[in-house]
């Protein structure tokens, strides 16, 4: 909790240098965490009516677990703040879906190369816009989403803005949900551990170097912009799987399903609550977004001011803890050893 | 021949509306760097106002100018003070105005819809459907009184910057704000007024847009894009970069939905963007960029 020492040298003392001595509370908790949502299906008695539900909250939490914390690589870690990381997401939706519909194959099996084609086209993409730094990369991210957006609305052979259909998955009414759902677990415990890796790395040391100030990082012999690339086209991998899997549960694909803006703002803001640049922000983010949409919706159903309320919050956080809760519990030293994952 | 005439006149005379529209964003970029993503809401939300003012008093479009103008004038300076002071040490500062101002667009946009639905609106005067015929060419009278009157406005914004002192302590502030503080600008009271100029100009285009382009809430993100794209486009913070890129692109977009159809016509700004970042990341008018 205390090992966190601040920097010195001024202007970076938001960035808590970390120390490397692991407290041993974070691997019970994680590992009991996991354990749990790995036996959960299992527990269909326990569960009893509302099983399916409760299957699907978590596909939808894990998922979203999952795209937070690959966005984190670039955001947070990297400091690049991409607003059309969901152009993976559709990428990763569609290339399953194709495979499926051409060759058969189920997307439960494929997602890994939905995964591998978002992380080529990112390559792609990120030789040329991270070119640019600061706000000239946020703004061809978001140029990127639209260009994207709109080729999907207009290509026949993806559907255009009909969409594709897909066949419905070949399993029972009362299991449906449980493959999905450990696709997606499969999905969001290899986002963390990527994460929690490049945290641990000297690749993430190179990141963070970059976010603190680009230009002294150059001059220390680091190649910005190759750290940079991999950074983008790596952290493309598993949002293009989360969305393999997420497409297939749907059934359907059509582009405002995966090229809505207010797919990267959740994804954004996920992020800065749980705290960018840490290893378990992007995990607490999600899981508070999800748990309050899901009481937002269930208690005033969804309307229009949803998106007022994920502003508003988005604000608030911005405004008043910059840091999000990790990076501010961790500033006031606070922060309880198991969520320490950094 | 003709008919390249044609589509060249057609996509100038929105150019002028697009070299508006962006001239507010490239405004507050140049002075307070910041990359304001509300922009295109705001524009669309004045788009309502001139909307609610046509149907209800009956108000022509351009009459309500004076509304539009000076309310998000005001707003602008509401905005400004109410968040921007907050995060100006922050160590990020581009990086946290285009949050902040992302959360300002949820937000808006959100309003938006819930009070006026999703559904396609726009006024329609009556010379929205009509047109001056030159020979062969054939010019829409809605897009050339839109053109014109950006025309003016542009001349006037650039009366002020180069003529007022005002305007002076403006461009000393976009050149460098530490030494234009030196000298005795007071920043911060040049930073309100530069977003409030900035955001009258989104007024003023909502209420030329309102008859030019059916609107709704969520139509603001394809028009923030194609402005962010322009603004990158002509150099971050070049006013001039910007409307010579609008005019430009916009007769280029003229031509590709000439030749594949309107849908594909914002594929132009996105496309040229990607390509500048390619040779010139800069951007065409831009100094080797400063900001992180």
């Known amino acids: 909790m205390t090992r966190v020492e601040k920097s010195e040298t001024a202007g970076v003392?938001?960035?808590?240098?970390?120390?490397?001595?692991?407290?041993?509370?974070?691997?019970?908790?994680?590992?009991?965490?996991?354990?749990?949502?790995?036996?959960?299906?299992?527990?269909?008695?326990?569960?009893?009516?509302?099983?399916?539900?409760?299957?699907?909250?978590?596909?939808?939490?894990?998922?979203?677990?999952?795209?937070?914390?690959s966005?984190?690589?670039?955001?947070?870690?990297?400091?690049?703040?991409?607003?059309?990381?969901?152009?993976?997401?559709?990428?990763?939706?569609?290339?399953?879906?194709?495979?499926?519909?051409?060759?058969?194959?189920?997307?439960?099996?494929?997602?890994?190369?939905?995964?591998?084609?978002?992380?080529?086209?990112?390559?792609?993409?990120?030789?040329?816009?991270?070119?640019?730094?600061?706000?000239?990369?946020?703004?061809?991210?978001?140029?990127?989403?639209?260009?994207?957006?709109?080729v999907f609305d207009n290509w026949e052979f993806v559907g255009g803005s009909n969409g594709l259909s897909l066949p419905l998955p070949p399993f029972s009414l009362e299991t449906v949900k449980v493959p999905f759902y450990y696709a997606m677990l499969v999905i969001a415990v290899g986002s963390v551990y990527l994460g929690y890796r490049v945290a641990h790395s000297k690749f993430g040391l190179a990141l963070r170097a970059i976010a603190q100030d680009e230009t002294k990082a150059e001059v220390a012999g680091i190649d910005t912009r190759r750290m940079k690339v991999a950074a983008f086209s790596i952290s493309a991998f598993f949002v293009g799987a989360a969305g393999a899997v997420w497409g297939y549960s749907l059934t359907y694909l059509r582009p405002t399903i995966f090229f809505t803006i207010a797919i990267a703002a959740e994804m954004v803001l996920m992020a800065i609550i749980g705290g960018r640049g840490t290893v378990a922000g992007p995990v607490v983010g999600a899981i508070l977004l999800v748990a309050l949409n899901e009481i937002s919706v269930s208690q005033f159903g969804s309307t229009e001011l949803n998106i007022v309320v994920t502003g508003g919050i988005m604000l608030a956080v911005l405004l008043f803890f910059p840091l999000g809760i990790i990076g501010t519990l961790r500033e006031r030293g606070r922060l309880p050893g198991f969520l320490d994952w950094d | 021949v003709t008919h390249f005439v044609q589509v060249a006149i057609l996509g100038l005379l929105l150019g002028g509306v697009y070299a508006l529209m962006a001239s507010g964003l490239t405004l507050m970029f140049g002075v307070m760097r910041i990359v304001n993503l509300a922009h295109g809401v705001f524009i669309i939300?004045?788009?309502?106002?001139?909307?609610?003012?046509?149907?209800?008093?009956?108000?022509?479009?351009?009459?309500?100018?004076?509304?539009?103008?000076?309310?998000?004038?005001?707003?602008?300076?509401?905005?400004?003070?109410?968040?921007?002071?907050?995060?100006?040490?922050?160590?990020?500062?581009?990086?946290?105005?285009?949050?902040?101002?992302f959360g300002l667009a949820l937000i808006v946009e959100g309003l938006l819809s819930f009070f006026f639905t999703g559904t396609f609106r726009s006024t329609n005067p009556p010379y929205a459907t009509e047109a001056i015929l030159i020979g062969d060419l054939f010019i829409p009278k809605a897009q050339l009184y839109a053109s014109i009157t950006s025309l003016v406005l542009l001349i006037a914004l650039w009366g002020f910057l180069y003529f007022t002192r005002t305007g002076y302590a403006v461009r000393a502030t976009m050149q460098n704000r530490t030494a234009a503080q030196i000298v005795g600008v007071n920043v911060r009271r040049i930073s309100t007024i530069a977003f409030g100029i900035g955001m009258a100009m989104a007024g003023a285009s909502g209420s030329l847009l309102s008859f030019l382009f059916p609107f709704f809430p969520n139509s603001h993100w394809r028009w923030i894009a194609i402005l962010l794209s322009l603004i990158v486009l002509g150099g971050l913070g070049s006013l001039k970069g910007a409307i010579i890129g609008a005019l430009f692109l916009a007769v280029i977009a003229a031509f590709v939905s000439d030749l594949l159809g309107p849908t594909w016509a914002p594929i132009t700004f996105f496309g040229a963007l990607f390509l500048v970042l390619l040779i010139r990341p800069q951007g065409l008018f831009g100094k080797e960029a400063r900001v992180g």
């Not at chain 1, 990428?91 to 190369?113: A, D, E, M, Q």
């Not at chain 2, 022509?60 to 100018?65: A, G, S």
């Not at chain 2, 005001?74 to 581009?94: C, D, N, Q, T, W």
């Open chain 1, 13 to 69: 003392s938001a960035e808590p240098v970390i120390a490397p001595t692991p407290s041993r509370s974070r691997y019970i908790v994680v590992g009991g965490v996991t354990l749990f949502l790995a036996l959960l299906p299992l527990a269909k008695p326990l569960i009893g009516q509302p099983y399916n539900y409760v299957l699907q909250l978590g596909t939808v939490g894990l998922m979203w677990i999952a795209m937070t914390s």
């Open chain 1, 71 to 150: 966005w984190n690589l670039i955001g947070g870690f990297t400091g690049y703040i991409s607003l059309g990381h969901n152009v993976f997401f559709g990428i990763g939706g569609y290339t399953s879906g194709l495979l499926l519909l051409y060759f058969g194959l189920s997307p439960l099996l494929t997602f890994p190369v939905a995964g591998v084609v978002a992380v080529v086209f990112g390559f792609l993409v990120g030789l040329v816009t991270l070119r640019t730094r600061g706000p000239a990369f946020i703004i061809s991210t978001i140029a990127l989403l639209l260009m994207v957006g709109l």
């Open chain 2, 45 to 101: 939300a004045a788009c309502y106002v001139a909307y609610y003012l046509f149907i209800g008093p009956g108000w022509d479009p351009f009459l309500t100018l004076i509304v539009t103008v000076p309310v998000f004038f005001l707003l602008g300076v509401l905005v400004y003070r109410s968040f921007f002071p907050r995060i100006e040490g922050s160590a990020r500062f581009g990086e946290m105005t285009v949050l902040l101002t």
